[in-house]
């Protein structure tokens, strides 16, 4: 990998979620609140190494992630109507400035609560994952691009932000791109529903290949992982989930992590905003 060599990444272990070989019938089905996966995992325990030190390594066209200081003027992060409001337009702005984009268009957002009382939110993602699948992508770009009019390169982007106090019980790990062959990943169908399904007797789906599909990832040791620690509110993490241009960093798996060693921690509280960056 270019950069940073393994020898001078610090960091803390942890066991993350990556898709077992043998598993073939992946779907995520999220619900209000919860979330069930019909996917089959192969934890493996990796080295999650601190960011921080290394922070002008990174580069959305590099790794695939940068870390942003961003102070927002939201009093509530789990408020939607602040978050359909003024942050949207934050979130725009911001997500301009970093890319150089013509346009922006949101796509929406998510919070994440890793306490039982979730008050409507979803819980942390709990496996190594990209949210939309390649083969996906450019139609999502078409159906969203302004007037239907025609775009040079589009680039979709999650903006993490952790706003409860750090330490988290569960941070963020981010894939770096330069480890990451880019004939990696398998479709994982993601499917909204009112209600779970019954585990054991999952319906099924008449055109799979019709679905919105993210991305699951298989184990390798060359796999070079990432946090920042003790993240706050004035703090975000803008992550590709792909880009057309292929000739740079184009996406960046990523999971929750459950850091086991942070002394004190806080049950993490988190919202992510999607948006698809257009450039004429």
């Known amino acids: 990998m270019d950069g940073v060599t393994a020898d001078a990444r610090a960091g803390v272990p942890a066991t993350l979620n990556y898709v077992a070989p043998w598993s073939e019938r992946n ?7 919860a979330h069930m996966t019909t996917t089959q995992y192969a934890p493996q325990t990796v080295l999650i190494a601190d960011g921080r030190p290394h922070r002008d390594d ?13 102070e927002s003027a939201v009093t509530d992060f789990g408020d939607a109507d602040q978050l359909d409001g003024m942050y949207t337009g934050e979130v725009i702005d911001l997500v301009k400035s970093v890319t150089g984009a013509d346009e922006v268009v949101t796509i929406g957002w998510v919070i994440r609560r890793a306490a039982e009382d979730r008050r409507g939110a979803q819980p942390p993602a709990p496996d190594v994952h990209v949210d939309v699948y390649p083969g996906r992508a450019d139609d ?13 390169r589009a680039i979709m982007t999650s903006l993490w932000r952790a706003f409860s106090p750090p330490p988290q019980d569960w941070p963020l790990a981010i894939l770096d791109y330069r480890s ?24 099924d789906i008449p055109d799979p290949d019709a679905s919105p599909a993210g991305s699951i990832f298989t184990y390798r040791p060359q796999h070079r ?9 004035a703090e ?26 942070a002394a004190g921690a806080h049950p993490r509280e988190s919202v992510e905003f999607r948006t698809i960056a257009f450039f004429d």
């Open 27 to 33: 779907r995520l089905y999220v619900g209000p609140e």
């Open 58 to 70: 990174f580069g959305l066209d590099r790794s695939g992630f940068t870390l942003l200081d961003h």
């Open 140 to 152: 999502r770009f078409k159906a969203a691009a302004p007037g239907g009019r025609p775009f040079r």
């Open 180 to 203: 990451v062959a880019d004939t990696e990943g398998q479709p994982n169908l993601l499917l909204f529903v009112d209600t779970l399904p019954d585990p054991d007797n999952v319906p």
């Open 225 to 233: 992982w990432w946090y920042f620690p003790d993240m706050n509110a």
């Open 236 to 261: 975000t993490v803008l992550i590709k989930l792909h880009d057309s241009d292929h000739s740079v960093a184009w996406r960046a798996p990523h999971t929750a992590f459950h850091d086991a060693g």
